[in-house]
Each structure stands twice: as C-alpha cells, then as structure tokens.
C-alpha cells in the first residue's frame, strides 16, 4: 500500500509528527519534494528531533528513507544532519538512499538567493537557503544532479569553488545514490509512505502565489518526486492545524488582528511553540481558515484529514473558524486565485464554545469533550473529508487513530 501525507495549509501543520507515527507501519518512506527549507519536529518522550532533509522514518531503526528525485538537497547539510542522528545513537548506515534525478543546492546558490529576495520589491521571505535558485537552475537546465556527478564534461562545467565543495562528498554518496523508479518497482508490494514538504498553499502551482516555495508541495508531486504514476498512490492525506498559521509574506485571511487579538495570538504562538523550525522565525497565526482548507481538499483529492495542535485550544472559552470572505462588497465561499482579493479579504467567522478540559487525557475519540467533537464534526460537514487522525500533543503517543489509513 501507498499513502502519501501533504500539508494542508500553508506548512508547518505537524507533517513530520504523523509520517513518523505512520512509519511504524511502513518499510519504506520517501520524501519527494522541497530541501532544507523544511522542518519536521518529532518527539519521543524526552526526545526532540528536528529534521530538514532526512524522511521522518528514519527514526525507527528498521525503515528505508528515500529524499526523491523532486527534492534539492545541500550535500554539507544533509552530511551534518546525518551526524546529529549519528551522535543521539541513530544507526542510519545503510538506510538512506537518494534518488539519481534529485538536484544538488551549491554554495553560491544561497548567496544569490538572499540577494534575489532581498532585491524585490515585495520580498517572498524565503529561508535563504538556496532553494529557488535551485529550482531555477533545474528550469533553466542549468543545474546538477546526483546522477551528473560521474559525467566527467559536466564536473569540467564546474566552477572550481564548487568541485572542492563536492569532492568530499562524492565517495561518501556513491552507495546511497539510487534509480529510485528502479528501487521502488523492486519494492512494489512494500508499504511505502510518501511525506511531502511546505504545504498545499505553498505549491508552486496552487499555492498563493508568488508567495509560494519553489517546488511541488500538493499531492500530485508524490508520483513526480516519487518516481512512479499517480495510480500507484492509493490514499492522499492532509494535516492541517485546529488553527492556521503562516510564515514569511503574503496573504493570510484569518490572520489574528495585531490591534483586538494581540492577546490571543501571543497564546497560540506560545503555546504551540509556532516558531520556524528552520528558521527560528515566529509564525504569523489566525484562526482556521476553513475556506483554504477546503480548496486544499478540492485540488488534492484528499480521503482523509489529519488534525493537530487541538489541544493548543484547550484553555479557550470560545474559538472561531473563518467560514467565508467578504472581499467588496461580495461574499465569497472559494479560495480565489487573486492575491489582490485576498489580501482585501474580511474573514467571516463561526463561532464555537471551548471545552475547557485537556484533550491530552483522552485515549480515544469518544472521550473527547462534546465540545471538540462538535468542532471536529463541523470541519469535516464543510470540507467534505473525514477527520480520521486527531493530534493532542507532540508526542508520538498523544495520537489518536479514528480510522488507520493502512486499511484498505
């Protein structure tokens, strides 16, 4: 079986928490898109992990971790993190592969990066490492790739700076670099986890753009980045937030207001630890943006829903959900392509009634408050989808399982 988890939103909803409680199920997990932009926190009792390149899976000690053929992957960077793992007694020799087709981040990438945004007139607020430009390079048929790093005319293209940053890494990759379509038709019958990266409002494509990453983040970039056709998927799922959050420019409906919800925002921030991952950068948060999320569950085809940081909204007495926009003098019920629209978008709100109660107590569903399940409920009769996975904690154990994606 082959499932693949995206974001829902616009990143950081918790993607890297759920693939690596699904991976207990899994053999194989393949990341198919994005680089070190991205950050995957996972917890384990006392244990914090933050990942940027290595598949979430690689945490359980008898799984394979691919990074796909859509990703770009600084080399120093990737080494560092394999170190990280290394030094907290994760055994990871052996069990990381890359695809041949995935792109190489060069040094000088990351400087031209920072200057291109920083030369906008309306900054994106990328992570600055170097990322797009090489996305761009991709486009251009400029870039390199794992699979280039024998061809000997190619290497001679190379400016000298970056072969000495490459030469000490070339022996160290030469086991690990793989045809990854090869690999997972060897592997065909494996249950294999496909984790996404960034978030559906972040893809290229769908995303709010040109505030969006530069590589595929929705759920078709699985079988781009995975090596295979999309008929080999059987399940697409979507985490999403209890609220919304996003990070660096662009539009943002449901943003809390800086002038009446200071208050509000503050305690989301804090409480759900919304800083970047990769960046350190804190959050911009607001409540649920339900119209998004159900473009997200439109243009992704999801079967189900993935719900986390619930429990951030535990000590509310009342909690909204944006349920429409008033952009003009018009009410609008679907998330526009226009950037201008949304960012004169009024959020219209629903209210609901907290529950007051830890949901980190409850070991099932039905021993969640009234209140929550109604809030749950709600979601799901508006999006269409099935909230089967609820999230209560960081902790890989504070999950709770409505329904197992692995059953067919």
């Not at 995303?207 to 399940?235: E, F, M, Q």
């Not at 809390?256 to 503050?266: A, G, K, N, T, V």
């Not at 986390?308 to 003098?329: F, P, Q, S």
């Not at 679907?334 to 070991?363: C, E, H, M, Q, T």
């Amino acid at each position: 079986m082959k499932i693949v988890v995206i974001g829902a939103q616009w990143g950081d909803e918790g993607k890297g928490k759920i693939v690596d409680y699904l991976a207990g199920e899994a053999q194989i997990i393949v990341r198919f898109s994005g680089g070190a932009n991205a950050g995957h926190t996972i917890v384990i009792g006392d244990e914090q992990y933050a990942l940027h390149l290595i598949p979430s899976g690689i945490l359980y000690p008898d799984k394979m971790v691919v990074l796909g053929a859509g990703m770009v992957i600084d080399p120093e960077e990737l080494f560092k993190e394999l170190q990280m793992l290394k030094d907290r007694g994760i055994e990871t020799e052996g069990r990381v592969l890359i695809s041949d087709r995935a792109h190489i981040v060069l040094p000088h990438y990351v400087k031209i990066d920072k200057e291109r945004d920083a030369s906008r007139k309306k900054p994106i607020g990328v992570t600055g490492r170097g990322i797009g430009i090489t996305y761009s390079m991709k486009s251009e048929r400029d870039g390199i790739r794992f699979a280039d790093l024998e061809w000997k005319e190619k290497w001679d293209e190379l400016d000298q700076v970056d072969k000495d940053f490459l030469a000490p890494y070339l022996e160290k990759l030469k086991p690990m670099i793989i045809d990854l379509s090869v690999y997972l038709g060897h592997h065909k019958n494996a249950q294999i986890l496909f984790e996404g990266a960034q978030g559906t409002l972040l893809d290229l494509d769908h995303g709010t753009y040109p505030y969006v990453s530069s590589g595929t983040s929705c759920a078709a970039g699985a079988a781009i980045g995975g090596c295979l056709g999309p008929r080999a998927l059987d399940k697409v799922l979507g985490v999403f937030k209890a609220y919304s959050t996003r990070v660096g420019n662009g539009p943002f409906p449901s943003e809390f207001d800086p002038s009446s919800e200071d208050e509000i925002c503050r305690f989301v921030r804090e409480t759900g630890r919304e800083y970047g991952v990769t960046t350190g950068r804190p959050r911009r948060c607001g409540y649920l943006d339900l119209v998004a999320l159900r473009y997200a569950c439109l243009t992704n085809t999801f079967d189900s829903l993935v719900m986390t940081h619930l429990d951030v909204y535990d000590a509310l007495d009342e909690i909204k959900a944006c349920v429409a926009y008033r952009i003009g003098n018009k009410m609008v019920e679907n998330f526009p392509a226009s950037i201008d629209a949304l960012n004169n978008a009024k959020p219209v709100f629903r209210s609901f009634p907290g529950w007051k109660k830890p949901l980190s107590n409850a070991l099932t569903y039905e021993e969640f408050p009234v209140e929550a399940m109604e809030y749950i409920e709600f979601i799901q009769r508006f999006c269409e989808t099935q909230v089967d996975i609820v999230s209560v904690g960081y902790d890989r154990k504070e999950t709770i399982i409505r329904k197992s994606p692995w059953t067919k």
